[in-house]
């Protein structure tokens, strides 16, 4: 098989042997980093995400595909080009209490901060309480949150409620594969008003709303 195969294989797979060799050969081939994410990384955990939810899929071996898809960002990373100069505007990122997820969220950082921004990724399964106290501390321009359980739209929903009860107003992105636009621009909208919520499809749209946010 090509290496565009391969690579997408070895998320399937999970197959990190030899992972280093075919990343190297795809941007040797004129792949750019993302692109290589972007086009072929995803497009294997795409697969992964529909043999798990058929049951055709175990979950050691997702966290295995998760694996490769890690281990292939952090070498692909220091090769992506990055804008240079101060930094233009700080997030907050975090994962919502009770999910996992954070391979998009972790996208997310690191695109917006080779775009410039000041990124405190705070981590996974953040309840309110460490987002707000994230915002207390580093006085952020925006808040980013991720999630991508169904559950965690509902707790995105109820962040945002304690979010507004506390009298914060700054602007909050929401991203995750559970979220649509119509419930972060009507419901949630309307339990935070606020600084505003904006729905984030990728990480790319991420970047264009915190320039939009920030700049
Ligand atoms: Co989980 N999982 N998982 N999982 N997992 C999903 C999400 C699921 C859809 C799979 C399925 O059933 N088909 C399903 C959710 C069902 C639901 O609620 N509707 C599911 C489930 C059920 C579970 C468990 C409950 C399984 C179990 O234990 N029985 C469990 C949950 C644990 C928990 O959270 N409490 C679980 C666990 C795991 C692993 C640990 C094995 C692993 C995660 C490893 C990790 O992240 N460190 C895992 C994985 C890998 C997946 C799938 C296969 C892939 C997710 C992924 O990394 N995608 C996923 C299926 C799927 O999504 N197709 C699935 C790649 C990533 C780049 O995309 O995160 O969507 P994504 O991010 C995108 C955009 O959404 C957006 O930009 C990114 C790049 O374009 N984005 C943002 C995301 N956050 C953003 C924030 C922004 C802006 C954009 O600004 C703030």
């Not at 999970?14 to 692109?35: F, S, V």
């Not at 055709?56 to 990055?82: D, G, I, R, Y």
């Not at 101060?86 to 975090?94: D, E, H, Q, W, Y």
């Not at 309480?129 to 006085?139: H, L, N, R």
Request: hydrophobic share 45%; with cysteine; aromatic share 4%.
């Amino acid at each position: 098989a090509n290496v565009e195969d391969r690579l997408k294989q070895r998320i399937v797979d999970g197959d990190r042997t030899g992972l280093e060799d075919d990343l190297a050969e795809a941007m040797a081939a004129g792949w750019k980093p993302l692109d290589i994410i972007n086009n072929l990384l995803l497009e294997g955990m795409k697969v992964v995400g529909e043999l798990f939810g058929a049951g055709k899929m175990q979950l050691p071996f997702v966290l295995q595909s998760a694996e490769t898809m890690k281990t292939s960002v952090a070498f692909l990373e220091p090769h992506m080009e990055k804008a240079d100069g101060s930094a233009k505007a700080t997030i907050v990122l975090a994962t919502v209490k009770g999910d996992v997820h954070d391979i998009g969220k972790n996208l997310v950082d690191i695109i917006l901060t080779n775009n410039g921004y000041k990124v405190h990724n705070i981590g996974i399964k953040q309840p309110i309480g460490d987002i707000m106290k994230a915002v207390e501390q580093y006085k952020p321009d925006a808040v980013g949150m991720s999630g991508l359980l169904v559950k965690s739209t509902v707790i995105m929903r109820e962040n945002l409620e304690e979010m507004k009860a506390a009298g914060l107003s700054v602007p909050v992105l929401l991203g995750g594969a559970a979220l649509t636009r119509k419930y972060v621009e009507e419901d949630c909208l309307r339990a935070y008003g606020g600084g505003g919520v904006a729905y984030a499809r990728d990480a790319f749209d991420g970047l264009d709303l915190m320039s939009k946010v920030a700049d």
